[in-house]
C-alpha cells in the first residue's frame, strides 16, 4: 500500500568561516584555520537546554521551504546533495552517451522522468495491463500467482520476502519473510483513537478513494472502505515496532514442507516456484502475520482481494504515473507531514534515480566532487577510535573479564567501509529516453534479480545498503560492518579544514555512535560473525539489560510537542549509542593536542566547542506533523533529545559549561547513565 514517504529538505549553511582578530593566528593541530559555530543563545543556560543554547537563534530565524518537512542538519543535509546530483544528470542527460554507459543509464533515465508532457499523456495506459490481470483473476490460487508475478516487479502488496544472512549462520543468505499489507504507516495507526492519527486514517481513506475515482471504479468511497477494513483486519496481527526489536522473537526457520501444510491458502510452493525460488526452509519473521492471511485468503472475499490489490499495484506505481495520480498520492502525504507544496519535478526525479540506479551515478558524484584525503582522513579516525573503545572496555566495571575479551574481539572484527563501495553494483538493464515508466519497472525487475542472486550463498562483503552521496551512517549487525558514506564526510560532520574539537564533536560522535551499534541492546545480541548467540557470561548480561532499561526509563519521560513522549523502547538502540558516541569521541578528542590544550577559540575552549559541535551537527527544524509521525515510527530520539539527552549523562559536559544543581537538565553523578 502507500508507504510514508520521507521527504528532503533545504539546508541552511550551518557553520560559517570567519577571518578576524581572535582567530586568525590560531592554528589547529592539523596547521588550518578554525571555523566558528553561528546561532548561538546566550540568554539559554547550557545547563538548561544545550539544544537550544547552540541552535534557537538559528531556529528562530529558519525557514522551512512550502515543498519540504524541515531544515537543517541530519537527513535534511541531502537536500544540497541532491543539487550536486542534479547538476550531474543536468550534464549527461544533455548529451548522447555509448548505449549501455552509466552516462546513458543515468541521464537517460532523468531525462525521461523529466517528459512530463509524454508521462501525462500517457495517463494510466501503463498501468491498465496490470489491472486487467486482476479483473481476470479467479480463484485464490491465481490471486497468489499474481502476487508473486508482480512482487518480482517491486510491486509488494501481502509477501514480503527479502534475502540476507541467516543470524544462526551469517555465513549464508537465506529467503525471509516479514509481515506488510498496510498503507498507514504503522499498525498502531489503525487502532489509536487520538485526533491527529483520525485525520491521518480519513487522508488515506480519502487517497484510496481517489485512485480507484482515477482508474474509473464506481463506489470508490465504498471500495476504499473495503481494502481499509482489509489493512485493519492485517492489522492486528503485525507486531509492533517495539516487539520487533527483540531479535530471536522474529525469527523462525521453517520447512517449506511444513508452511504448505501451515498454509495451504497461501501455497507457498507454488509462490516460491513463481518467485524463482528454491529452498528447503526459510525465515518466517512474524508467523501470525501469515496465519492470519492464510485464515484471510478464504474469509475475506476474491472480489474485495482484487479491490485491494487494484490500490495496492495502484500506490506501488501512482508517482510514475501521469500528475493526477501523483496529486492523489501527494494529498495523502501533506497530511502526514506537514508539507503544503509538492517538491520541483527536478527534485523528486533525481531523488528517484538516486534510489534506483544510485551506484552508477554514485561513481560519477565521487569522481566529481568528493576530496579522496576525506576518506584517509576519516579511516584514520575510524581506526583511532576503535582503540579508544577498546581502553573503555577495559575500565568498565560492570563487565567481567571474559566478557570484555570477547568484547574486544568483536570490535576489532569490525569492517570498516569509508566512502565508497571498493566494487561498484552494475545494472543489467537498457533504459530507454523516452519510457519512464517501464524503465523503474526494469530497474526494479532488475533490483529482484540482484537479490535473488544471492540467495543460498554467502554474502557479499562489498556490498553497500546506501549510495556514496547519501548524508548517512550505519552499522549492519549481520556482516558486523560499520558504513560512512562520501555524502556524511562533509561540513557540519566533517572539514578538512576545522579544528579538531569540531571534527571530533561532529563526525567523531557518529562513529562513535555507529561503534556503540554493535553493542547496544540488538547489535549486543550478535557476535563477531555476525551470528545471534550468547558471547555473555549470564551476570553481565543482565547488568547490560538494566543499564539499557535504564536509558529507556530516562527517555521516556522526554516530550515534543509539549505533552508528545519518546516511546523509550523503541529508541533505546539509537539512544544507547548516542550516549556512547559522545563519550567514545570525548575520549579520542582528549588524545589530540588540541584536547589537552587550554586555549580557546572565539571564547570557547576546546571541550566546549567539543560540545558546541555536537548539538550543531543536529541543527534541525521540522513541521509538527512530520516530528509527530516521526516519535511514533522513527527508532531514532528527536534531535533536542539527541544531544540534550546524553549530554545530561555526562560528566564532562557539566564541568566544561559549570553545569549546577538546579538548572534544568542537571542529574546527580549517581542518576547519570554510563554504560559503555
Not at 526525479?349 to 534510489?355: E, W
Not at 523503474?440 to 554474502?459: F, G, H, S
Not at 519521560?557 to 544507547?576: Q, Y
Request: overall charge negative; charged content about 25%; hydrophobic content about 35%.
Amino acid at each position: 500500500m502507500k508507504n510514508l514517504l520521507y521527504f528532503t529538505f533545504l539546508l541552511l549553511v550551518l557553520v560559517s568561516c570567519k577571518s578576524d582578530k581572535t582567530t586568525e593566528n590560531i592554528e589547529t593541530t592539523q596547521g588550518i584555520k578554525p571555523i566558528v559555530i553561528d546561532g548561538i543563545d546566550p540568554s539559554i543556560k547550557p545547563g538548561d537546554d544545550f539544544f537550544n543554547h547552540v541552535n534557537k537563534s538559528w531556529f528562530d530565524k529558519a525557514v522551512i521551504a512550502d515543498d519540504q518537512v524541515g531544515v537543517g542538519a541530519y537527513r535534511f543535509l541531502n537536500i544540497p546533495q541532491q543539487e550536486l546530483l542534479k547538476n550531474i544528470l543536468d550534464d549527461v542527460s544533455k548529451v548522447e552517451h555509448s548505449k549501455g554507459s552509466i552516462e546513458q543509464k543515468v541521464g537517460d533515465f532523468y531525462a525521461s522522468g523529466m517528459d512530463t508532457i509524454s508521462i501525462n499523456k500517457r495517463g494510466m495506459t501503463p498501468i491498465q495491463p496490470i489491472l486487467d490481470r486482476i479483473d481476470a483473476i479467479g480463484d485464490i490460487a491465481s490471486m497468489t500467482e499474481f502476487v508473486a508475478t508482480q512482487l518480482k516487479s517491486g510491486d509488494y502488496s501481502i509477501i514480503s520476502p527479502y534475502i540476507s544472512p541467516d543470524q544462526e549462520d551469517s555465513s549464508i543468505n537465506i529467503l525471509h519473510f516479514s509481515q506488510t499489507g498496510l498503507g498507514l504507516p504503522d499498525r498502531d495507526y489503525y487502532f489509536v483513537e487520538d485526533p491527529s492519527v483520525q485525520q491521518i486514517q480519513k487522508a488515506y481513506k480519502t487517497y484510496l478513494a481517489s485512485i480507484f475515482e482515477l482508474v474509473g471504479d464506481e463506489n470508490s468511497k465504498a471500495q476504499a472502505e473495503i481494502v481499509y477494513n482489509i489493512e485493519k483486519q492485517l492489522a492486528k496481527s503485525h507486531k509492533t515496532r517495539v516487539q520487533r526489536r527483540i531479535i530471536k522473537e522474529n525469527y523462525h526457520k521453517m520447512a517449506v514442507s511444513q508452511l504448505q501444510e501451515n498454509h495451504s491458502n497461501i501455497d507457498w510452493m507454488s509462490m516460491l516456484n513463481t518467485l524463482d525460488v528454491k529452498v528447503d526452509s526459510v525465515d518466517v519473521a512474524q508467523p501470525d502475520y501469515y496465519n492470519t492471511l492464510n485464515s484471510m485468503l478464504t474469509t475475506v472475499s476474491l472480489e474485495d482481494w482484487k479491490l485491494f490489490l487494484k490500490a495496492n499495484s495502484i500506490g506501488s506505481h501512482d508517482n510514475i504515473l501521469s500528475k493526477p495520480f501523483q496529486d492523489a498520492s501527494f494529498e495523502y502525504s501533506k497530511v502526514l507531514s506537514g508539507q503544503s507544496e509538492q517538491q520541483p519535478r527536478a527534485k523528486q526525479i533525481v531523488h528517484r534515480v538516486d534510489g534506483q540506479i544510485g551506484f552508477a551515478l554514485g561513481q560519477l558524484y565521487v569522481k566529481r566532487y568528493f576530496n579522496e584525503d576525506a576518506k584517509k582522513r576519516a579511516l584514520d579516525l575510524v581506526n583511532n577510535f576503535q582503540k579508544v573503545l577498546e581502553k573503555r572496555i577495559d575500565n568498565l566495571d560492570w563487565m567481567s573479564d571474559s566478557t570484555k575479551v570477547k568484547a574486544k574481539d568483536k570490535l576489532y572484527a569490525i569492517n570498516k567501509k569509508i566512502g565508497y563501495p571498493d566494487v561498484w553494483r552494475t545494472y543489467d538493464v537498457i533504459i530507454d529516453r523516452g519510457q519512464f515508466f517501464e524503465n523503474v519497472v526494469a530497474l526494479r525487475k532488475d533490483a529482484y534479480k540482484y537479490e535473488l542472486k544471492q540467495l543460498n550463498k554467502a554474502p557479499n562483503l562489498d556490498e553497500w545498503h546506501t549510495t556514496p552521496s547519501t548524508v548517512t551512517a550505519y552499522y549492519n549487525p549481520s556482516l558486523n560492518e560499520i558504513v560512512f558514506p562520501a555524502g556524511i564526510l562533509q561540513a557540519p560532520y566533517f572539514d578538512l579544514y576545522a579544528d579538531d574539537a569540531l571534527n571530533y564533536g561532529g563526525i567523531g560522535m557518529v562513529i562513535g555512535h555507529e561503534f556503540t551499534h554493535a553493542f547496544d541492546d540488538q547489535g549486543a545480541q550478535y557476535d563477531k560473525n555476525g551470528n545471534v548467540t550468547n558471547w555473555w557470561t549470564e551476570e553481565d548480561y543482565t547488568k547490560f539489560k538494566a543499564k539499557t532499561e535504564q536509558i529507556v526509563e530516562q527517555y521516556n519521560t522526554f516530550t515534543v510537542l509539549d505533552s508528545v513522549h519518546l516511546k523509550g523502547a523503541l529508541t533505546v538502540g539509537e539512544n544507547t549509542a548516542d550516549n556512547g558516541g559522545i563519550a567514545i569521541a570525548y575520549d579520542a578528542f582528549k588524545m589530540t593536542k588540541q584536547g589537552q590544550d587550554s586555549t580557546k577559540i572565539e571564547g570557547y575552549s576546546p571541550n566546549q566547542r567539543f560540545f558546541l559541535s555536537v548539538a550543531n551537527i543536529w541543527r534541525v527544524k521540522v513541521r509538527d506533523e512530520y516530528l509527530r509521525n516521526y516519535v511514533a515510527t522513527d527508532p531514532h530520539s528527536p534531535p533536542i533529545w539527541r544531544v540534550n539527552g546524553p549530554l545530561m549523562n555526562f560528566t564532562p559536559f557539566y564541568e566544561a559549561f559549570n553545569v549546577k544543581e538546579g538548572e534544568a537538565n542537571y542529574r546527580t553523578e549517581e542518576d547519570r547513565i554510563k554504560i559503555w
